[in-house]
Antibody, heavy 120, light 108 residues
Framework: QVQLQESGPGLVKPSQTLSLTCTVS??????????WSWIRQPAGKGLEWIGR???????NYNPSLKSRLTISVDTSKSQFSLKLSSVTAADTAVYYC????????????WGQGTMVTVSS | EIVLTQSPATLSLSPGERATLSCRAS??????LAWYQQKPGQAPRLLIY???NRATGIPARFSGSGSGTDFTLTISSLEPEDFAVYYC??????????FGQGTKVEIK
């Protein structure tokens, strides 16, 4: 079955760029009924949708992060990536990648999550 | 941005009891509402999509209802593994998608 796995540094310095990659295995990233999303969760808090990408490269971003955010896709590697610039302590969170299935209008498959701490 | 408000924040119940969780949207989301379950240290798991459809493999004791701005997740008889945090999430006409703040179902 389809699995998602996040990877990237667990520690980022303030003002630098947070970079994460999600690798999709067990299925095609290019299938037309899916978007691929990033979602984050600060410790002890709720979930925040960050943004999503279609395999064509079309993106939607959360307006609260849009000025600092870039999401990209590499279909040849079955990966999509997140870059968040000028990070602060407020960006410390568990970051999840998730499959955004259009036929369900929901996130039906999630990665296990990766903790990113912003600290000097 | 559509705001989702979940109530109560915490629900204290015993195994075998019925759980009723509420999610209210700041404007209509039609039936574009999903429910997720999250256990400590785990990613959320999709339970319900489009307000009332159970996701693959979800037991029949979980049911969802509602449309427009008011939605309910019901767990008919709580099993020990159901004690967790539950989130609602909306998909209206266009992003950003938003989540409620969560309801924790704890053992009484």
């Amino acid at each position: 079955q389809v699995q998602l796995q996040e990877s990237g540094p667990g520690l980022v310095k303030p003002s630098q760029t947070l970079s994460l990659t999600c690798t999709v295995s067990g299925g095609s990233i290019s299938r037309g009924t899916y978007y691929w999303s990033w979602i984050r969760q600060p410790a002890g808090k709720g979930l925040e949708w960050i943004g999503r990408i279609y395999t064509s490269g079309s993106t939607n971003y959360n307006p609260s992060l849009k000025s600092r955010l870039t999401i990209s896709v590499d279909t040849s590697k079955s990966q999509f990536s997140l870059k968040l610039s000028s990070v602060t302590a407020a960006d410390t969170a568990v970051y999840y990648c998730a499959r955004d299935t259009l036929t369900l209008d929901a996130f039906d498959i999630w990665g296990q999550g990766t903790m990113v701490t912003v600290s000097s | 941005e559509i705001v989702l408000t979940q109530s109560p924040a915490t629900l204290s119940l015993s195994p075998g009891e019925r759980a009723t969780l509420s999610c209210r949207a700041s404007q209509s989301v039609s039936s574009y509402l999903a429910w997720y379950q999250q256990k400590p240290g785990q990613a959320p798991r999709l339970l319900i999509y489009d307000a009332s459809n159970r996701a693959t493999g979800i037991p029949a004791r979980f049911s969802g209802s509602g449309s427009g701005t008011d939605f309910t997740l019901t767990i008919s008889s709580l099993e020990p593994e159901d004690f967790a945090v539950y989130y609602c999430q909306q998909r209206s006409n266009s992003p950003p998608w938003t989540f409620g703040q969560g309801t924790k179902v704890e053992i009484k």
